[in-house]
């Protein structure tokens, strides 16, 4: 991907290459593999991690994109510098180094719509449309003729029309917010439920309703595979003895986009199946996908007739 490429907005689900609904690590990955690479920040809350979303901030690009805590899926894609990013509308130029988008071109590329809203604190005027919004500064000496919702600024007092200083893509009809609509992923089964049945450590099972698959301990690799596809990678664990280079026997079959490690015995047996939560500050972060686990653990007290039960999940605090 070029840096120089003309990137197109589609209200409601993209701005070039950049989806609702992909997860952090594809839009991390798509970051990656543009040339050049431009740098980008992760922005997360290191002491409550799901308490507010995951934001990815590129300052060269000028735009910033809000993934839900918990799913880490992308919900609001925020361009905050218009003109350092080429975009087009359908087969129009919309905004780039040498364009501005105005009010007046906005309205006229990309339809009327209902009167927007003025905030008297930032001064800025935002038109909706469903699935975006553009964002105009408004004089101070015109901020007056614009807090009647009724009154569109196609063209100030002066003769100008206001420039655009930023656009939000998001999905749904409201304004983009912090509990912003979870979009649908755009990877099939992708945080599905994860149900681990604990009540009996020796037998555990983890179960997939969704997909209807589920893998045990004590399966083999055949087993796993059939039930899961094939691993993205495999990894064999060194041998204790450090004068060897030959492995210890047992070996792991990463399954990236599950969020799951499954280790094998010397007797390629499952021994262990590790659950990864993708937490941002990790060393691990972004090797994985999340996976939505919910570990069900049955109380040794609890009566053989009552169903009551604890559930783990990735976002449970002790």
């Not at 701005?15 to 997860?23: F, I, S, Y």
């Not at 509990?179 to 992708?190: C, D, E, G, R, T």
Request: proline fraction near 8%; glycine fraction near 6%.
């Amino acid at each position: 991907m070029q840096v120089d490429e003309v990137w197109e907005i589609v209200l409601g689900r993209k701005v070039g290459p950049l989806q609702l609904g992909a997860t952090l690590s594809e839009v991390i990955t798509v970051l990656k593999q543009r040339s050049p690479v431009r740098a980008f920040e992760i922005e997360y809350n290191e002491d409550e991690p799901y308490a507010s979303d995951i934001v990815i901030n590129s300052p060269d690009d000028g735009f910033k994109l809000q993934f839900h805590s918990v799913t880490q899926l992308l919900t609001v894609i925020d361009v905050y510098q218009v003109n350092n990013l080429a975009l087009r509308y359908q087969s129009n130029i919309l905004c780039g180094k040498d364009a501005t988008p105005t009010f007046l071109s906005v309205y006229q590329l990309v339809g009327p719509t209902y009167p927007g809203t003025y905030d008297p604190a930032t001064k800025l005027y935002t038109l909706h449309y469903v699935g975006g919004s553009f964002r105009f500064p408004i004089p101070k000496e015109f901020e007056k003729l614009y807090r009647n919702k009724d009154v569109l600024p196609l063209e100030l007092p002066n003769g100008s029309t206001p420039a655009a200083m930023g656009l939000s893509i998001y999905g749904g009809n409201g304004v983009p917010s912090t509990n912003q609509a979870i979009p649908v992923p755009l990877k099939q089964h992708y945080y599905e439920p994860v149900v681990v049945d604990m009540a009996n450590m020796h037998k555990l099972v983890v179960t997939f309703p969704t997909s209807r698959r589920e893998i045990r301990i004590g399966d083999t690799p055949q087993e796993v595979i059939s039930a899961l596809g094939p691993p993205s990678s495999t990894y064999f664990k060194p041998s204790l003895d450090a004068s060897s280079l030959s492995t210890g026997g047992e070996y792991f079959h990463n399954f990236a986009d599950l969020g799951i490690d499954v280790m094998y015995s010397a007797w390629h047996a499952v021994s262990k199946i590790i659950l990864r939560t993708n937490l941002p500050g990790h060393g691990e972060f972004n090797s994985y996908f999340k996976c939505n686990y919910q570990l069900q653990h049955f109380g040794a007290t609890v009566a053989a007739t009552t169903s009551s039960h604890m559930t783990v999940t990735p976002e449970t605090t002790v």
